[in-house]
Nanobody, 118 residues
Framework: QVQLMESGGGLVQPGGSLRLSCAASGNILRVNDMGWHRQVPGKERELVAVIKSGGSTNYADSVKGRFTISRDNNKNTVWLQMNSLKPEDTAVYYC????????????WGQGTQVTVSS
């Protein structure tokens, strides 16, 4: 069974940094796109960043220049380096991945809370 396990959330002051990690495990044949989304109460989940297996990336306009997504294909792991954090970045951050496995499809992590506050 495929699982995505996230870590790295927490409380940080405005202007600070956090690094989120997400590792996929299980009977995996291949991991295609990996990405991060975020959600605040009362709003729809929104895309933050996505990275293809070849390394090309795409970011939401609100995080361009501040966040960096990266991955290690050998470890089936994706990271989100978040710098210059703002209060409006506060949300639950979810990792997701398109995985080829015994049961192929889109998988989601459990979510990790990021709070930016002084």
């Amino acid at each position: 069974q495929v699982q995505l396990m996230e870590s790295g959330g927490g409380l940080v002051q405005p202007g600070g940094s956090l690094r989120l990690s997400c590792a996929a495990s299980g009977n995996i044949l291949r991991v295609n796109d990996m990405g991060w989304h975020r959600q605040v109460p009362g709003k729809e989940r929104e895309l933050v960043a996505v990275i293809k297996s070849g390394g090309s990336t795409n970011y939401a306009d609100s995080v361009k220049g501040r966040f960096t997504i990266s991955r290690d294909n050998n470890k089936n792991t994706v990271w989100l380096q978040m710098n210059s954090l703002k209060p409006e970045d506060t949300a639950v951050y979810y990792c997701n991945a398109e995985i080829v496995a015994t049961v192929s499809g889109g998988y989601w992590g459990q979510g990790t809370q990021v709070t930016v506050s002084s």
